[in-house]
C-alpha cells in the first residue's frame, strides 16, 4: 500500500513538470529565432517587441553615446562641414621673379627717338623799327641718338646721359600794310647732351621716374628762309631777294634745365622707354637788341642777324635698351 501511494505521488510530480519544460523549451526557441530574424533583417526591437524605423546616412554611422566626453555626434556634423567648406586662407604663391632681389646696380644702354614743339618768348625792349621775331614764335624739332643710364641703391636712384643730334625750325610770320606776308624762318642743327639726376620708383614690371639737371645744347650750324605767304606780286623781286640776302642767323651754345617724366617697361634683358621732358633755356638773353641785330645803311636794311634757339623745348622721346645689373 506504501509502495502503491509513493507511485502515485511520482507519476503527479512527473506530469506537473512536463508542461513546465515544454513550455519554456518553447521560449527558448522563440528567442533564438527572434534573434536569427533580428541579425537577417537589421530590424530593432524594443524590449516589448515594437519595431524601430531602420538608421540611414550619416545618423546611422555616427555613435550618439555620449559616455565618452559629450555629443559625439554634432561634433562629428561640425568637422564634417568644416572640413566641406573652400579655405579662404590660402593665398597664391609669388611668382620667382617678384620674389628675386633687385640688384644694387643697374645699367642701362640704348638709344632714343626725339619729337617736339620749339617756343620763343617775346624779347624785352623791342624798338620801333623791329621787323621780326619781336613776339612770341615757335617750330618744331627732332632728332635721336645713344643714352646710358646708371641706377643705384636697388634701382631708387639713377643718372642719365644722353647725346642726342636735333634739327630745328621756327618761324615768325610778319604781314605788313595787309599787302606782304612774309614768313621768317630759323633752321638750325644742335646737339644736346643732358644730365639728369633721376628718383626712380622700381616696380615691375613698368618703373616710373622723374629727372631733373642741366642740358647743353650746342649748336652746330644755322641756315635762314624767307617765304612769301602774301603780295608777292605786288613787291618787286629785287626787294624779296634783298632781304634773303640781309636776313642771316647764328648758332650758339646755350644751358637748359630740364625736366623729365619716364617710364621704362621691362621686357627680358630690354627696357622700352617713353620720356615726357620740358626744357628752359638759362642762357637766352631776354633783351631784343641782344637776340637780334640790324644794321642799317641810310633807309636800307643791310644785315638782320638773329641768334638760332628756343627760350623753351617740349620733347616726346622714345627708346630701347638693353639693361643688366650687379652688385649686392
Known amino acids: ?5 509513493l507511485s502515485f505521488c ?4 512527473l506530469l506537473w513538470a512536463a508542461p513546465a519544460s515544454g513550455q519554456g523549451g518553447e521560449e527558448d526557441e522563440e528567442g533564438e529565432a527572434g ?11 524594443t524590449p516589448r517587441g515594437v519595431p524601430l524605423p531602420p538608421e540611414t546616412g550619416a545618423e546611422a554611422a555616427l555613435p550618439t553615446d555620449k559616455e565618452d566626453g559629450g555629443d559625439v555626434a554634432t561634433t562629428a556634423l561640425e568637422s564634417k562641414s568644416l572640413d566641406e567648406s573652400p579655405s579662404t586662407t590660402d593665398e597664391p604663391e609669388e611668382s620667382a621673379e617678384d620674389d628675386a632681389e633687385r640688384p644694387f646696380f643697374g645699367v642701362s644702354l640704348g638709344g632714343k627717338g626725339t619729337v617736339g614743339g620749339n617756343l620763343w618768348t617775346a624779347p624785352e625792349h623791342s624798338p620801333s623799327y623791329a621787323l621780326i ?3 612770341t614764335a615757335g617750330g618744331w624739332g627732332g632728332g635721336g641718338g645713344l643714352y646710358t643710364e646708371l641706377r643705384v641703391l636697388w634701382g631708387y636712384l639713377g643718372l642719365e646721359v644722353d647725346v642726342l643730334f636735333e634739327r630745328n625750325s621756327s618761324w615768325h610770320n610778319v604781314t605788313w600794310n595787309n599787302v606782304l606776308g612774309v614768313d621768317w624762318v630759323l633752321k638750325w642743327t644742335s646737339l644736346r647732351v643732358p644730365i639728369l639726376v ?3 620708383i622700381p616696380t615691375s614690371p613698368v618703373r616710373i621716374s622723374l629727372g631733373m ?3 647743353i645744347v650746342a649748336g652746330l650750324g644755322a641756315e635762314t628762309d624767307l617765304i ?5 606780286d605786288l613787291v618787286p623781286a629785287t626787294d624779296i631777294d634783298g632781304l634773303r640776302q640781309a636776313f642771316i642767323t647764328e648758332a650758339q651754345t646755350d644751358t637748359y634745365f630740364t625736366l623729365d617724366l619716364g617710364f621704362a617697361a621691362e621686357v627680358w634683358q630690354l627696357a622700352v622707354t617713353f620720356d615726357i621732358r620740358a626744357g628752359f633755356n638759362l642762357t637766352q638773353p631776354s633783351d631784343h637788341d641782344d637776340r637780334i641785330t640790324y644794321t642799317m645803311v641810310g633807309n636800307d636794311l643791310e644785315r638782320l642777324e638773329i641768334i638760332a634757339s628756343n627760350s623753351m623745348d617740349f620733347r616726346a622721346l622714345l627708346g630701347v635698351a638693353w639693361e643688366t645689373g650687379f652688385g649686392f
Open 198 to 200: 633721376k628718383g626712380i
Open 10 to 13: 511520482c507519476l503527479a510530480a
Open 1 to 5: 500500500m506504501e509502495r502503491l501511494g
Open 133 to 135: 621775331f619781336d613776339g
Open 228 to 232: 612769301v605767304t602774301k603780295g608777292e
Open 35 to 45: 534573434e536569427a530574424a533580428q541579425m537577417g533583417t537589421g530590424t530593432n526591437l
Open 213 to 215: 639737371g642741366p642740358e
